[in-house]
Structures are given as C-alpha cells and as structure tokens.
C-alpha cells in the first residue's frame, strides 16, 4: 500500500456548538487552528483539502489546499468524509482524515496511521476499546460504500467500520497518541493552551 499516493481530509464544517465559537478560527502556537491541522498535514501527505460548510467562513490557506463545501446541511462527518473522498479522486488513492480541532496532531502520527492501511480500507487507531475515525486513513475506493450509507440516511463515521477491511492500531503501534486529543469546549481549549504554553506565553 505504500505505492498508493495519500492526501489528506481536514473537516472544519461542524457548528462548534459546545465551543461556542468556530474552532478552525481558534489560535494555538501562533497560528489558527485550521492552518496548524492543513500544515501539519501537508508534512505527511498530499494533496489536503478541506471540507466547510456552505457559507462558511474559513482562514486562510495555501493557495495549494482546495476548499470544497458540504452538499448539504447537517449531514454530519460521514458526509463530509464523501466530499473529500470525491474532490481527491484521480490525486490520490488514500486519505487521512483529521478534524480541525486537534491541536497535538504530529505528522508522525499521521505516517504511522496512513503506512499501516496496507490492504485494509480503513486503518484507524482505537483507544481503550474505543475506535477514532476521525484520526484514521480511508481508501478513496470506499466512496460509493460512503454514498451507500447516506441515502440509506446514515450519517456516523463509525457506520462504515460494520462492512470493510478494518485495520485496527493500538496505543503501543502509535507515534504519540496525544495527536487524538481534541478541544470540544472552552474548558479543553484553555486546557490545551496551558500545557502547550505552560510560561503564559501563547505565542
């Protein structure tokens, strides 16, 4: 599988509701959330393209990263993977898929998960039992499947782990599992931002 070109999916299309502000504008490390996750991205794969909601404001970005819109409203994250699944046909076979409130994310975590795809569809880290899609990597062959389980009014990632080659990782075949950790509230931002900077320095 390491002859298969990845790119990468960044999600950024969600209502940030428990935030209460949109992540992808957040600050971390110097720069916005959205960029920090496309950069760190583009370490590891290429091409990365980013998935909005329609109307969405987005941060600016490498001219090279393509914006693409969900078709619809509140179809939720499998629709969005379908979206980019759909913009990187014919750019790659494989794809990352990361959302945009992961601030540890490391490319060298995103090498361990798209190296250990070999001939699986999916490969994808689970936690205490716990699988995490939204860290893992997907063929570009799962799309039809995808579009599958959306007229079939299905809308969780998670659906898509009941019927194709599932590579399952572990904690110990990880490189840093503190890439899964994410910010959901404003308790988990500021959180994240202390132990990034512990001086005060958010900078």
């Not at 949109?22 to 490390?29: E, H, N, R, S």
């Not at 496309?38 to 001219?63: F, I, N, T, Y």
């Not at 409203?73 to 046909?89: F, N, T, V, Y």
């Not at 699986?120 to 205490?128: C, E, L, M, T, V």
């Amino acid at each position: 599988m390491n002859s298969i070109r990845f790119g990468g999916i960044v999600l950024c299309g969600g209502q940030s509701s428990r935030m209460g502000t949109p992540k992808a504008w957040l600050p971390f490390g110097g720069e916005l959330m959205l960029p920090r996750i496309v950069r760190v991205l583009r370490e590891a794969v290429d091409p990365v393209v980013v998935v909005a909601a329609r109307g969405q404001d987005v941060p600016p970005l490498p001219e090279e990263v393509r914006v693409v819109r969900d078709r619809e409203d509140g179809r939720g994250p499998l629709a969005g993977l379908a979206a980019g699944l759909e913009a990187l046909q014919g750019a790659a076979g494989a794809a990352y898929l990361s959302s945009c409130d992961a601030p540890f994310l490391s490319s060298a975590f995103v090498k361990r998960v798209i190296d250990s795809l070999d001939d699986a569809s999916i490969a994808i880290p689970r936690i205490d039992g716990i699988p995490q899609p939204l860290a893992a990597s997907y063929s570009l062959d799962l799309l039809p499947a995808v579009e599958r389980l959306l007229t079939a009014g299905r809308s969780r990632l998670i659906d898509l782990l009941e019927s194709e080659r599932v590579r399952y990782l572990a904690a110990a075949e990880l490189d840093g599992v503190e890439s899964l950790r994410n910010v959901n509230t404003q308790d988990e931002y500021e959180a994240a931002l202390r132990e990034a900077h512990p001086s005060g320095d958010e900078g």
